[in-house]
């Protein structure tokens, strides 16, 4: 072999180096038409990373869409949806991947417009630097802050300030210095605290990849430099050990081991470890990573942990040094960026995903608003797409977390609408309201058992729901009285009746709506723990409510009625005249008329009225709650 081949790496060689080079995930995010787009085309292309059918390709489509005059648009290489190309704005996050000698890259591009602040939450919420672009011909804008607000909310310690475009201002330092000092005083009361600002030009190349020696004046790196070497690690040994388990590995009867990404800290076999939120002790017995059994394990790794007892766990738990165990709560201080078209209610009822865990939650109260433009805190009752809040958090029960400033895994979250599964919101935890061992329900001497035992029934709840003028209060008296007829022990909560007392300070918002529900569920709860047979007829027109107030109960205590009539039946009945007064608009968000119903998809007994007396519906409701008609 001569000299010249023994210097040239072997294939091996060659990926183990690329497998060692750190791996930096960042955004570029600013203003429309601040550059984004460009920015990252002129490092793909300049990288060298481009393959030739992608160049040939961009070349071609730069002379088809002709926005830079027969020039290279590099744009084009991130903006690939038509309606990107066609309105020459960023919508959706554009993910590209490129490396050089020294580092790999995960780099998103976000969009700009403020519509799309969801998708740039998105691009943000796993990336450790971001790149914020400002046009030097505009300065700082309204969605310069607004970008800058949301990097710093959701924990990006590093931005470059790309002061882009400065061809157009002839390399004017000036003009850099002053939008340089503007961001840095606005990035100190966001809390960003390492920022590196550099002019550029995307376009013409200027400080790209190379000095610009049409800006002697600027003596920093330049971007690629300035990528390669910043240091976005956090100092080693700070953080405890944390593995949020993600799967139970049960391959045989004589092997059980828990697997997970390590999110924080290093352990070591035999080190003394908890696991939450039940707080069990034990120790590690073992440690497998991809490479076979290992002492032990650090942050980022894929792992599957051994413990020295047989400890209960399951996906969602926490494995943690047992010397500095995260808290256990289950109520919360959190900032929620709200991504759906529908709004934000306090009371509604979500899923919340939180490291590998998924559990029932709904926002208790809305401390405020954020304008994220202008950071003033405003009062809110709900909270709308885009837009970011601060409030109370509920969880149906108690788990571990850390605050996101200390733990991204720990700490973030997102909101999964129950009905949709679809992803309506994200967050980020503040701090516990309550720990959780304090906030157990207090258990009675005397039980529900014994209670309704005394009076010879099963307690129930009976759920009456539809439309205004449906015959939900006449049927749920009649069953009553039947009931009482009969010697069991009832009791009626009707929706007129409440609002005289209980919720005389609510109205008939969307928002109101879901606290009336909350509150009388919980009344009812009550009741039922009482021993009592309690008959609830309300409106009640969204679906996530009643779903929420029968998770309130135990299976078979909780029927929900359906009283089905037709919206024309209830308007020719309209005792009180309420249809014809929200028809001429004197009464808002009327349900049927201006306020939407949402009849239950599976109803425990369903009442079709045009086609039953009303005698045939009381039967049919006493048929099956006493069990004699299981198939009503």
């Known amino acids: 072999m001569d000299a010249g081949a023994a210097a040239t790496p072997s294939i091996a060689e060659y990926l183990q180096q690329h497998e060692r080079k750190s791996l930096l995930r960042f955004i570029t995010c600013g203003s429309v038409d601040d550059g984004k787009s460009t920015l990252i085309g002129r490092l793909l292309h300049d990288s060298k990373r481009l393959l030739d059918d992608q160049l040939v390709t961009l070349k071609s489509d730069s002379r088809r ?26 919508i959706d996050v554009a993910y590209r991947f490129f490396d050089t000698a ?21 691009g943000a919420s796993t990336a450790d630097l971001a790149i914020v672009l400002v046009d030097a011909c505009k300065g700082l804008l309204t969605q310069t802050r607004r970008h800058s607000y949301i990097v710093s909310l959701l924990g990006i310690r590093h931005v470059i300030l790309a002061v882009n475009k400065m061809d157009l201002v002839d390399y ?7 939008i340089a000092e503007e961001y840095r005083q606005l990035a100190r009361r966001f809390g960003i605290a390492s920022v590196a600002c550099l002019p550029l030009s995307a376009l013409q190349g200027d400080n790209v990849m190379a000095a610009s020696s049409r800006m002697p004046w600027y003596r920093g790196e330049n ?71 290992a002492d032990g394990a650090g942050e980022g790794e894929a792992i599957t942990v051994i413990l020295a007892d047989e400890v209960d766990v399951s996906r969602g ?58 950071q003033k805190l405003l009062a809110a009752k709900r909270i709308n797409l885009n837009e970011v809040a601060y409030g109370n958090l509920m969880l149906d029960h108690a788990i571990a977390f850390e605050t996101y400033a200390d ?37 009675l001497e005397i039980g529900r058992q014994a209670r309704a035992a005394i009076k ?29 007829a009969m010697g069991y022990h009832t009791y009626i909560l009707d929706g007129d009746n409440v609002r005289h007392g209980l919720n005389k300070d609510l109205g008939f918002t969307d928002e109101d709506r879901v606290e009336n529900i909350r509150r009388v569920a919980e009344v009812a709860k009550l009741m039922v723990d009482a021993g009592l047979i309690v008959l609830v007829s309300f409106i009640s027109p969204f679906r996530d409510e009643r779903r929420m107030a029968r998770e309130l109960f135990d299976d078979n205590e909780f029927l929900e009625v359906y009283v089905d009539t037709p919206l024309a039946l209830c308007e020719q009945r309209d005792p009180k005249g309420l249809y014809r007064r929200a028809r001429a608009g004197e009464i808002p968000n009327f349900t049927g008329i201006s306020s939407p119903y949402e009849p239950p998809e599976h109803a425990d007994i369903h009442l079709p009225t045009a086609e039953l007396t009303t005698e045939q519906s009381v039967d049919r409701v006493i048929s099956r709650l006493l069990g004699r008609d299981s198939h009503s």
């Open 65 to 90: 869409f002709g926005t830079q005059n027969g020039e290279i648009d590099f744009a084009l290489l991130v903006d690939g949806l038509a309606a990107e190309r066609e309105q020459g704005i960023t």
């Open 102 to 122: 020294q580092r790999k890259f995960i780099v998103a591009d976000c969009p700009g417009h403020e519509q799309y602040t969801r998708n740039m939450a998105t």
């Open 172 to 178: 004017d330092q000036v003009v850099f210095e002053r």
């Open 223 to 293: 971007l690629l430099r300035l990528l390669e070497t910043i240091d976005v690690s956090r100092p080693e040994g700070k953080r405890p050990f944390r593995l949020p388990v993600q799967w139970v590995n049960r391959p045989n009867q004589n092997f059980r081991g828990f697997s997970g990404l390590v999110a924080s800290g290093n352990i070591r076999v035999g080190d003394e470890v908890i696991v939450l939120p039940s707080a069990t002790r034990t120790r590690l017995a073992g440690v497998i990573n991809l490479q076979g059994e």
């Open 317 to 374: 738990d926490v494995i943690a040094a047992a010397d500095h165990p995260p808290e256990v709560a289950d109520q919360f201080a959190a900032h929620v960026l709200w991504m759906a078209d529908a709004p934000m209610l306090p009371g509604r009822g979500y899923w919340l995903k939180i490291g590998s865990q998924t559990v029932g939650a709904q926002v208790t109260e809305i401390k405020h608003r954020i304008d994220v433009n202008s």
């Open 407 to 443: 733990n991204r895994t720990l700490g973030g979250f997102i909101l999964i609408d129950r009905q949709s599964n679809a992803t309506v919101g994200c967050g980020t935890i503040d701090f516990a309201l309550r720990r959780a061992t304090n906030i157990h329900w207090h258990q």
């Open 456 to 484: 010879g029934q099963t307690p129930s709840c009976l759920w009456f729901t539809g439309l205004s003028g449906s015959g939900k209060s006449t049927i749920a008296n009649l069953v009553d009285r039947r009931l009482h």
